[in-house]
């Protein structure tokens, strides 16, 4: 018996090594985001506030992400991402499990990567680059102005990043510091045309050395059901120095039919590290809106960095809304009995 035994050990000593092999090619991380904020308002509807907020800085999440090699430089990856509220320990994103991103796709340095399914669009990806709200942990506190634009009119610069449902995604490789990319959604939308709620986006990019510049357009059919489709257009741009980063963009969205109203944004801001573990941040918003009173905002932070993966935050934001009521923090508080509202946040955010 143990004779017989002897020639099988080389050929299972072999497929034990071929599987641990195959294993070593692949990988799965578990990564996530717990952010949680103290926020006061000085007027929302006339009274002061004081609330513990989720996800002020950056969205909570606990994300899965997996790539196997397959050879030829091909690989194929995949992404869950699970949005969540730390102040109540509810679903974010409406409640859907995986809202932040569902996808799966092969990617290749020679041609690009290719996803599919519930994602951000590319412009969602690429222009948190030149935002206030990205660059400085203002997070919502930053993303007030562009999300709340227009009042109750629905339009939003989008640049604060969108998960869609049915998209197809693909991003080129670099060449020569330029590179592309395009999102297209299916409308899916039961008993209506092909078309009907379908989108797109289209970026394109240029990085050399420490500048970097972007311009981007999203195209929705038949968004709102008085006012047509939606169109955006976005430029921004930024450079990194050794202390301190610039940055700043320019976005125009509007419907293309009713009283056709469109919103033009644009930011500047800029982040100073004034020792290895704190960072100043400065940011200034303005927005113009067809037919309506305008609105600003400016918003000061400070960062503190405990290590690479946990900070604490202070944010200071003013804002000026001289149509609807200014509201400071966006998707989240609530709108000033005045034209004006300054906010107040302090909090901690952890990564892993």
Not at 328 to 342: D, F, H, P, R, Y
Request: cysteine-free; glycine content about 14%.
């Amino acid at each position: 018996m143990k004779q017989a035994l002897r020639p099988m050990l080389p050929v299972a000593l072999a497929a034990l090594l071929s599987v641990g092999a195959a294993h070593a090619q692949s990988s799965v991380t578990v990564y996530g985001l717990i952010d949680a904020s103290l926020v006061w308002t000085n007027d929302v509807a006339g009274k002061r506030t004081l609330n513990e907020d989720s996800g002020v800085s950056q969205g909570n999440r606990l994300g899965f992400k997996g790539t196997e090699d397959l050879g030829g430089g091909l690989k194929a990856n995949f992404i869950l991402e699970h949005g969540f509220n730390t102040d109540a320990g509810t679903t974010a994103q409406g409640g859907v499990m995986w809202g932040r991103n569902a996808s799966v796709g092969l990617s290749s340095d020679r041609y690009g990567s290719l996803s599919f399914g519930r994602t951000f669009d590319v412009t969602g990806d690429v222009f948190p680059a030149y935002a206030v709200a990205t660059n400085t942990p203002a997070g919502l506190m930053a993303w007030s102005l562009p999300m709340n634009s227009a009042g109750g009119l629905g339009l939003t610069n989008r640049v604060s990043g969108m998960a869609v449902n049915n998209s197809v995604k693909y991003y080129s490789p670099k060449w020569a510091g330029f590179s592309f990319g395009g999102t297209y959604s299916l409308g899916e939308v039961s008993g209506k045309p092909t078309a009907y709620q379908s989108a797109y986006s289209l970026v394109a990019s240029y990085a050399v050395g420490a500048f970097s510049t972007s311009a981007a357009t999203y195209f929705k059919h038949d968004a709102s059901p008085t006012e047509g489709n939606l169109k955006e257009y976005a430029l921004g741009a930024a450079y990194q120095m050794e202390k301190m980063r610039l940055f700043g963009m320019l976005s125009q969205v509007g419907y293309s039919s009713g009283p056709k109203d469109r919103v033009t944004t644009g930011e500047i801001g800029l982040t100073y590290k004034v020792l290895p573990t704190v960072v100043l941040g400065a940011g200034l918003q303005a927005q113009k809106r067809r037919d309506l009173a305008s609105a600003d905002q400016i918003t000061l932070t400070a960062d503190y960095l405990f290590s690479k993966r946990t900070d604490a935050y202070v944010v200071l934001s003013n804002g000026r809304d001289r149509e609807y009521g200014a509201q400071i923090e966006g998707a989240l508080g609530g709108k000033s009995s005045s034209t004006a509202q300054t906010g107040l946040a302090v909090g901690l955010r952890h990564k892993f």
